[in-house]
């Protein structure tokens, strides 16, 4: 832990003082978004102070050319960035001649700011002395509509306390914004008009390069002490900009608001020249309804969304306050209502790592969406890599394989890779194997099988055939090895024999093996299609087959375990409990060098490939595997305390996995790893959901049933979840003393629980 001025609530994130050194931590702890749109909780006035101004809209990006010191055959292009959309939420204000500006005031006091996660709205209130001497207290509200997500609504107040004020609003359009992250510091946005109407603005421009077309649009209506009043505003137009003026003489105590509109409007999804036209539209709604409405309205959405998604947690107001904030962060950033559109790791709320699309979405988010949405939304989500499977062919034929072995990419925003970091982008060839894990996944907890033969085989073959292609027979071993490699565990790079790609790739070319047949004997026009277009032939099955049975992993006798890579134990194996505090995190005291020569890891990789496939060992197994890496991890990956708290829990090690269940939970609530201020991990929050439902809850899918081994840890009286399971809906509440499960459902379900089959009637409660 790292920050603790997060209040605990059950339901909101709350911050009580203002603290400069902080503005940019909760810019990003209190970002919104509505899977359309997003933007970091930057200040509607102006602020002078340290900040990282970000709005984002969904899939909209630029490829900005990559940057090296020299060039290597086979690099990517561009590096795909997260663009910084211009800016509608600005206001600015001015009072009595001066900016309201926090960072610039006499003091500020009475600053509360909350994200309110189960209504879907921040506000933000404070009392600020100007250097003018007037004081005035302010409160604003705002939200991204959900049902209407080219929509976002602000509501300002402001209220002079110790005199008259002549006090300005300049709401404001901005499409002159840069990235805080760029490669050369290229112009992103070009504007092409800036159109004033009455009170509506609307500023178009489009994306250098890729060529996205957007309207960014305002609107605003005014009222003094809640009665509507008419102002003229004065018109101030630049290149990149336009701001009104609207000026208003405030008697003391008198409420001065504004209600501003405004939003996005993109040619993905209505025609370039009718993106003012549809604005206006949005406008008129907007204008309809008014803020109490939209407000209302958005409420019931979350209300539903909550319905389905919620996990509660008693006698633990923290645990509560973590699991809820990840599970809204993930609704905000993906709904599944957009097949073109993926969860990027940092959502709506910053700019690192770009791209829109990692294998943090088959190996930790689909579970989530299966589970508290529907089985479409997961499908949409694999629909989303087949759809890339010709981009994933052409990825691995500028490498030098061919016959239609795919690799998809490290980071990509259109199925082309985008991430320039060689030795994770060509090395890092793990991910191939998660995204056939996925579809193993959803068929296993689905039971929908038409995915594959429609669908998924193509890509289980492309992918087969890059494992098959990329292995190399050691003559000296007599075994197939994969070479030159970086496993889940970035700490190790070009390494040989990463266990966990290894075995993935066995698993991968047998799982293809194993379609082929029943698609062929249970699907034979799709089979013939397919066998038309991938031309796979007899001989090039057998070589698959040779890989499979005859690979290669690095074991150690000693230890009776499977080794990490080849050389592994000839690291200084000095755990991290022996490591000076004062050189964590690694990642930001070390040099990549000194990193690479140690035994540490950033995040589970050999006990990945557990996770992934614990079936095929047993607990003893784990146990020894668990005890000797987990000692070696520093977990500076947002994505490693989720598999260590399930695996720790199957160990019955309540403890342990508590407190990882509080570390992904809290990642950046407490800013474990000193960098929520660049953004939340959003993909690593469906590890948090994961490591209540399967790692406490024990759920798995046995045999095509729910099976369940729930535990509690003993700082909780009772937890609750829902699963939606091939169309029933399960609700399980675990206390101290007894788990009862609940079917809301037109026809019984068979559970296993501890191992025992159950069957549970519809809307009728069980008691185990």
């Not at 509608?88 to 960072?103: A, K, T």
Request: aromatic residues 14%; charged residues 25%; glycine residues 6%.
């Amino acid at each position: 832990m790292n920050q603790d001025y997060i209040k605990p609530d059950n339901w909101s994130i709350i911050e009580e003082g203002f603290d400069v050194n902080r503005v940019k931590s909760s810019e990003s702890l209190f970002s919104l978004g509505n899977g359309a749109m997003g933007q970091r909780a930057n200040f509607e006035e102006q602020y002078s102070g340290p900040t990282f101004q970000g709005s984002y809209i969904a899939g909209v990006y630029y490829p900005d050319k990559t940057r090296v010191g020299w060039w290597k055959n086979g690099y990517p292009e561009y590096f795909a960035k997260v663009l910084n959309a211009p800016n509608w939420i600005g206001i600015n204000v001015i009072v009595n001649g001066e900016p309201l500006d926090l960072y610039t005031c006499k003091s500020v006091n009475h600053f509360r700011r909350e994200l309110n996660m189960q209504e879907g709205w921040l506000s933000r209130s404070f009392t600020a002395i100007l250097k003018n001497g007037l004081e005035v207290n302010v409160s604003a509200k705002r939200f991204l509509s959900l049902d209407l997500d080219e929509l976002g609504a602000i509501q300002y107040k402001i209220i002079p306390t110790n005199g008259d004020a002549e006090i300005t609003f300049q709401p404001y359009l901005d499409s002159g914004i840069t990235n805080e992250d760029t490669n050369w510091d290229d112009k992103f946005w070009d504007t092409s008009s800036i159109v004033q109407n009455d009170c509506q603005a609307f500023i178009e421009a489009k994306t250098m390069k890729t060529d996205f077309y957007t309207c960014t649009y305002m609107e605003s209506s005014f009222s003094i002490n809640a009665k509507p009043i008419t102002i003229n505003p004065e018109v101030q137009a630049a290149n990149n900009k336009v701001v009104y003026n609207y000026k208003g003489l405030i008697k003391q105590n008198q409420v001065f608001a504004i209600h501003k509109f405004g939003g996005y409007v993109v040619d993905s999804n209505h025609d370039k020249s009718e993106l003012i036209t549809v604005a206006k539209q949005n406008l008129e709604v907007a204008k309809a309804k008014g803020f109490d409405q939209l407000l209302e309205e958005q409420k019931a959405s979350w209300a539903k969304i909550w319905e389905m998604a919620d996990i509660t947690i008693d006698g633990d107001v923290k645990a509560q306050q973590g699991i809820r904030f990840n599970i809204f962060q993930l609704n905000q950033t993906y709904l599944g209502k957009d097949a073109r559109l993926n969860i990027g790791p940092k959502g709506f709320t910053g700019e690192k790592y770009g791209g829109s699309t990692y294998w943090d979405t088959e190996a930790y988010c689909i579970p989530f969406y299966m589970a508290t949405k529907d089985q479409n939304v997961a499908r949409t989500l694999l629909e989303y890599r087949y759809h890339h499977l010709d981009k994933a062919i052409e990825n691995a034929e500028k490498l030098g394989f061919k016959n239609g072995a795919a690799l998809y990419p490290m980071v990509t925003m259109n199925g082309e890779e985008c991430h320039n970091e060689w030795e994770i982008t060509f090395e890092e060839i793990h991910r191939n194997g998660a995204i056939a894990f996925a579809i193993f996944n959803y068929y296993r907890y689905t039971g929908d099988y038409s995915f594959i033969p429609e669908k998924g085989l193509e890509v289980l073959i492309g992918i087969a055939r890059f494992w098959q292609q990329r292995a190399t027979f050691s003559t000296n071993k007599n075994q197939y090895m994969i070479l030159g490699v970086t496993g889940p565990n970035e700490y190790e790079n070009n390494v040989n024999n990463n266990w966990y790609t290894n075995y993935l790739a066995q698993w991968c070319i047998e799982y293809a093996l194993e379609n082929i047949s029943q698609v062929k004997k249970e699907y034979p026009s799709d089979y013939a299609r397919i066998m038309d277009k991938v031309k796979l032939s007899d001989s090039e099955l057998k070589d698959w087959k040779s890989v499979s049975d005859n690979m290669y992993y690095p074991y150690s006798e000693k230890h009776d375990i499977f080794l990490q890579q080849d050389g592994f134990l000839d690291k200084e194996l000095i755990t991290v409990s022996d490591l000076d505090k004062s050189q964590r995190p690694i990642n930001q005291k070390w040099s990549w060098d000194r990193i690479l020569r140690s035994p540490y890891i950033k995040q589970a990789d050999v006990l990945q490939g557990f996770y992934f496939f614990e079936d095929q060992f047993d607990d003893e197994t784990l146990e020894r595997h668990f005890d000797f890496y987990e000692p070696f991890t520093v977990h500076e990956s947002s994505l490693s305390p989720c598999v260590h708290s399930i695996q720790a829990a199957k160990l019955d090690r309540m403890d342990q996995a508590y407190t990882f269940y509080l570390r992904t939970s809290r990642l950046d609530l407490d800013d474990y790893n000193h960098e929520v201020h660049e953004g939340l991990h959003i993909t690593s929050m469906a590890g948090t959901w994961m490591s209540i439902v399967e790692g406490f809850g024990g759920m798995r899918v046995s045999d095509n049933k729910l099976s369940f081994t729930t535990k509690i840890p003993e700082q909780w009286s009772a937890y609750s979840f829902k699963v939606n399971f091939r169309g029933k809906i399960l609700k399980v509440n675990v206390s101290q003393a007894e788990t009862n499960f609940e079917l809301e459902a037109n026809e019984a379900m068979d559970l296993l629980v501890n191992n025992k089959l159950i069957t549970i009637a519809p809307n009728h409660l069980v008691t185990v």
